[in-house]
């Protein structure tokens, strides 16, 4: 899900109580937090307000469903300020964090290996392996980040949907494994 912008804490005339207004791209047709669909939320075409009431959690999970699409966004809430807030209607308060959670159907492709003058698949011991890759996705995700037998390392865009990342050699001889997760 693209959060086109979490705007503010407010409460807008069509909402019953003060929380976190955002919009999306598509009409909402249902927003549900913490597993709680009821008096949680209110929603306005493409625009939600989450209530505040509503955010129990350190971490709240908001589902949302708009258009042909569902995503979870997690919302981090301080109920419990040291300080006491006078809070006032339609007034930038604060900014929150978002973090967003969605299935990219993210797929690689198309893996190469190549030392520094070639494509290949042998290597020396402790020589530098360079992998290269295809990502597409169902977004406009762009890969930064791989993690690589455990260890993450920084992305190099070679083209159009075209990846390149720098290992370092292995210590032993012998086939090798590349195990591949995505980072965000």
């Known amino acids: ?12 005339g069509w909402a019953s109580e003060l929380g976190i207004y ?3 791209s598509e009409a909402i047709t249902s927003v549900t937090v913490n597993g709680v669909s009821q ?3 209110s929603i306005d075409g493409a625009g ?7 955010l129990t959690q350190d971490v709240n999970e908001v589902i949302v469903k708009y258009g042909n699409n569902t995503a979870k966004v997690l919302f981090t809430y301080n109920r419990y300020t040291q300080t006491e807030e006078h809070i006032q209607e339609d007034a930038l308060i604060q900014k929150i964090p ?12 198309d893996l190469k290996t190549e030392d520094k003058e070639k494509e290949t698949i ?5 020589e530098e392996i360079i992998l290269s890759f295809t990502s597409t996705n169902a977004s406009d995700f762009v890969p930064e980040n791989i993690i690589i037998n455990g260890q993450e ?12 990342v720098a290992l370092p050699g292995y210590d032993a001889s012998g086939k090798q494994e590349i195990k591949i997760e995505c980072s965000h």
Not at 48 to 54: D, E, F, G, I, P
Not at 122 to 126: A, D
Not at 153 to 164: A, I, P, Q, R
């Open 1 to 12: 899900m693209t959060v086109n912008e979490v705007v503010s804490i407010q409460k807008p």
């Open 48 to 54: 939600a307000v989450v209530y505040l009431s509503a």
């Open 98 to 109: 978002v973090i967003l959670i969605h299935n990219y159907q993210l797929q690689i492709d």
């Open 153 to 164: 390392y920084m992305l190099t865009k070679s083209g159009t949907n075209k990846y390149k």
């Open 122 to 126: 042998y290597f020396n011991k402790k």
């Open 22 to 24: 955002f919009n999306v």
């Open 39 to 41: 008096n949680v939320a």
